[in-house]
Structure formats: C-alpha cells, structure tokens
C-alpha cells in the first residue's frame, strides 16, 4: 500500500519555525515529484512547494517564497519542509502528495496519486 505520512506539525507563536516532515511507505519516492499543500478553515487548498524527483527544481507559493524551503532526501525516502518566520495566516492543515508529474503538482490542479493524511500547523500568541 502507498502511504505518505506526515509529522512535525504543532503549536508555535509568530516568527517561530517547524519543519515538516513527508515519509513515504510502501514506494520509493525517488521517481516521485513531492509537494506540499494547506487548508486552512473556509478556504480553499493551495500549494505551498514543490520538488521535482531529483530535487533539482523547486516552486513555491507567492505567500511562502523567501521564508519557506523544501528539501528531500531520497535515501531515507522522505521530502522536508522547512518553515520560518511564521505567520498566523500560515495556520493551516499541511499535506503532502507525490507524483510522477512535477507539472501537475505544481499547477495546483489538485491531482495527485497519493496524499498524506494532513499535519496541522498552528501559528498563535
């Protein structure tokens, strides 16, 4: 069974860091593309970033872009998401899926071939 597991959500106050976590079982990711997508309540899903299968490209969302870095490493079969300077507008569940197709993640369709169950980040006083 394909799985993507997510972990390293949590509580933290504005201008704190997390860094998430995307482990994958039951695959290896490395001919996979990974992105990152939230939800925050009442809003629609939006990607945050993207990494192509060798890591060599990468996109972020416009809200994210200088305070946010995606990593992978292939050998422990798992994509990072680093995430600094937080904001409370960062509140938000935070998915990860993976794809054969960088393009397809990156364009936000919403299409992936699997999904991880969600981590919730909580940015607050």
């Known amino acids: 069974q394909l799985q993507l597991v997510e972990s390293g959500g949590g509580l933290v106050q504005p201008g704190g860091s997390l860094r998430l976590s995307c482990a994958a079982s039951g695959f290896t990711l490395d001919y996979y593309a990974i992105g990152w997508f939230r939800q925050a309540p009442g809003k629609e899903r939006e990607v945050v970033s993207c990494i192509s299968s060798s890591g060599g490209s990468t996109d972020y969302g416009d809200s994210v872009k200088g305070r946010f870095t995606i990593s992978r490493d292939n050998a422990k079969n798992t994509v990072y998401l680093e995430m600094n300077s937080l904001k409370p507008e960062d509140t938000a569940v935070y998915y990860c899926?993976?794809?054969?197709?960088?393009?397809?993640?990156?364009?936000?369709?919403?299409?992936?071939?699997?999904w991880g169950q969600g981590t919730l980040v909580t940015v607050s006083e």
């Open positions: 899926a993976a794809d054969q197709d960088y393009g397809l993640l990156a364009g936000g369709s919403g299409y992936a071939e699997v």
